[in-house]
């Protein structure tokens, strides 16, 4: 029963990486040692592109506090508001490291940070923090993406539709990418003290990105 063994092995695996992971303060040079070991594993023979991590890690984006709190559904298993920053800062490497591209993750984040009327200001200054992980780590990539003409199916276009605030076309496009890079200044001064510096680095990522793809400042 081979097959079934390295299946129970990835699904084990996948679950004790993203634990620790959200154990480990998105600051903390352990996340990117994390980064290196999947590194390792999808050169491995059997594990290449990491089969599996996708699909163990949208189950996981159903433990978002940042949404459960405000529906008032929470769940045990739900992480704590740090424990979610952390998780998203992990996942915006992998995607920055094209380990595994999960775009809607990116897209849902920005979303419910930049494109949202705040409801809870304790979950607001955890959203804009994790937004400000996607593009400290991944912002190059999500440029890249914006740039690109990305074919969506229906499914895509409804999972990665605008928010109330942005009037655009849903998915990844440089209209969208303006959008989140002024909201983000804008919020700047709304967000509580301890986020300010995500936010700063969030606003040099955007810079780099655009200079590095030569894309226009926006």
């Known amino acids: 029963d081979g097959y079934g063994s390295i299946d129970a092995l990835r699904y084990c695996l996948w679950l004790t990486i993203i634990d620790v992971a959200a154990h480990i303060p998105y600051t903390d040079p352990g996340q990117s040692l994390l980064i290196q070991i999947l590194e390792t594993l999808d050169l491995t023979s059997g594990w290449e592109g990491l089969p599996g991590l996708g699909q163990q890690m949208r189950e996981d984006w159903n433990h978002d506090p940042t949404f459960n709190r405000v529906w008032g559904s929470p769940h045990p298993h739900d992480y704590t508001l740090d424990q979610w920053i952390n998780v998203s800062s992990f996942a915006a490497r992998v995607q920055s490291a094209s380990l ?19 409801v809870v200001a304790e979950n607001a200054d955890t959203k804009v923090a994790v937004a400000c992980e996607w593009i400290v780590h991944s912002g190059q990539r999500i440029l890249q993406l914006c740039l690109q003409e990305r074919e969506m199916g229906e499914t895509a276009l409804r999972s990665e539709g605008p928010g109330i605030l942005f009037a655009g076309l849903p998915g990844t496009n440089l209209e969208r990418w303006g959008f989140w890079t002024r909201r983000l200044k804008e919020l700047r001064g709304q967000v509580c003290e301890a986020v300010h510096m995500s936010v700063d680095q969030a606003l040099e990522a955007i810079r780099s990105a655009e200079a590095k793809l030569s894309g226009p400042a926006i």
Do not use: C, G, M, S
């Open 100 to 118: 595994v591209t999960w775009i809607n993750f990116a897209v849902w984040q920005l979303r419910a940070a930049l494109e949202e009327n705040w």
